[in-house]
């Protein structure tokens, strides 16, 4: 059956397919213009757990999106497509083994001890950082991968180390671009806890790649000095709008669609969304790792990115991070990871040029 025939007898307007990809979409991965890759992992994760559990409660809440989208009625036609497979398997068992030996090295930082001091953490602290290492590097290959297929590739985490290697992925095929980062937390920390890929430190660590020239995070209200520095000395390769000043802006008459504005004339022309979900209020994401009251609304992140689509600027990619689900039967987490992937998958899509349908008016 060919792709055109799976449209012509799909309904969109039934409950997905159960035996399908995500969103209950009958495309294969060469039939799929966007291919998402999850990275079922959270090794470093110091706080709440179970970020690596996100892209199996997205794709479970995904059969329960209405297709028939507002602004992109005709994205399902393009085809999305989760890329699971044994590769993704081995990620969710590594993480679980890995985590589990991080924990004694979280407890005896956090009980002020001295890692160096103890041969067998510090020979763990070792291990942990080369097996990131490696993760990340396959991250980069799988990417890359799909990239040469023709696909628009996203990446669906996990914690906020995941992306990494999606971001050397990219820089491989494009020597200048931005990141528009959605969070409450810079991740500007040299090697928090000592785990050189923490996911306390994704954005220092790409700021090591030349290619990205600009890092615009929204949302940010919890800090601290290291990263200020951190910030500070990279000057206008960081911008920052914190919660607190683009509230106060509010506050004073400012709106969201300056706001927007003004946030994405800082980026370059050719930009990558990096989506900590924990940037919006918590009670979107009340299973996240590391919720700080404040935020932003669905709606808002929603508009940013609709607004970016129709900027000039190009979308090369998007990574979402730190879906994490509740305990079992409560998938509002993944509900709202799954819609706001649905809708990201829609901006890239119409500013990539791809036909998602005319926005429906009522």
């Keep these: 059956m060919t792709k055109e025939q799976k449209i012509a007898g799909f309904d969109p307007s039934q409950p997905g397919l159960s035996d399908a990809s995500i969103f209950g979409l009958p495309f294969t991965a060469e039939e799929s213009e966007i291919i998402i890759v999850p990275a079922p992992w959270e090794v ?16 479970e809440a995904s059969f329960q999106v209405d297709l028939h989208h507002q602004e992109f009625p005709e994205l399902w036609k393009l085809g999305i497509y989760l890329d699971q497979n044994s590769q993704t398997e081995e990620w969710a068992d590594k993480s679980r083994k890995y985590k589990n030996l991080a924990q004694p090295i979280i407890e005896a930082l956090e009980g002020g001890e001295n890692i160096e001091d103890d041969t067998t953490l510090k020979a763990n602290l070792d291990e942990i950082n080369a097996i990131c290492h490696e993760f990340k590097n396959e991250v980069k290959a799988r990417i ?6 023709g696909k628009k590739v996203v990446l669906l985490g996990g914690d906020h180390s995941t992306p990494l290697g999606y971001y050397e992925a990219l820089a491989s095929k494009y020597d200048n671009f931005g990141l528009l980062h959605l969070d409450a937390h810079m991740d500007l920390r040299v090697a928090y806890e000592g785990f050189t890929y923490s996911h306390a430190s994704i954005m ?13 995070q929204v949302g940010i209200r919890d800090f601290c000095q290291q990263e200020v520095e951190v910030a500070e000395a990279e000057g206008s390769r960081v911008k920052i709008y914190t919660d607190r000043d683009l509230k106060a802006e509010t506050f004073e008459g400012i709106t969201w669609k300056q706001q ?13 969304i990096s989506f900590d979900i924990d ?6 994401c009340p299973n996240t790792g590391t919720p700080v ?4 609304s669905f709606e808002q992140a929603a508009y940013l990115f609709s607004r970016l689509a129709e900027s000039g600027k190009e979308i090369i ?8 689900p509740g305990e079992e039967g409560d998938d509002w987490d993944g509900n709202v990871g799954a819609r706001m992937l649905f809708h990201m998958c829609g901006v890239l899509a119409k500013n990539n040029g791809m036909q998602t349908g005319n926005v429906i008016k009522f």
Excluded at 204 to 216: F, R, S
């Design 279 to 284: 940037g919006m209020y918590p009670w979107y």
């Design 144 to 149: 890359q991968y799909w990239m040469e297929q």
């Design 204 to 216: 220092y660590n790409a700021l090591k790649l030349p290619q990205i020239t600009k890092i615009v």
């Design 293 to 296: 009251p404040g935020g932003f």
């Design 260 to 272: 927007c504005d003004a946030i994405i004339a800082q980026l370059p022309q050719k930009v990558c």
């Design 317 to 324: 990619g998007f990574d979402l991070v730190e879906v994490a």
């Design 44 to 59: 470093t994760v110091s706080y709440g757990a179970g970020a690596s559990e996100g892209p199996d409660a997205i794709m």
